[in-house]
């Protein structure tokens, strides 16, 4: 006997099809480095506050 899945009842909820319904353009590397980039320096800004040091010491 198999068990019971509600889930099943529904049906998928992703679209199986690989046509072109996900106009989400890929981006390019350029902009995936500079959000890159701005994470690492918001989490730098976070770790100094945290500590109470400058940005300046905390990279150094």
Not at 31 to 52: M, N, P, Q, V
């Amino acid at each position: 006997m198999t068990d019971y899945n509600p889930f099943r009842l529904v049906g998928s909820l992703r679209s199986h099809t690989t046509s072109s319904s996900n106009t989400m353009p890929k981006r390019d590397k350029a902009d995936r480095e500079k959000a890159l980039k701005t994470r690492h320096d918001i989490e730098d800004y976070r770790l100094a506050k945290e500590c109470g040091i400058s940005l300046e010491e905390l990279r150094s």
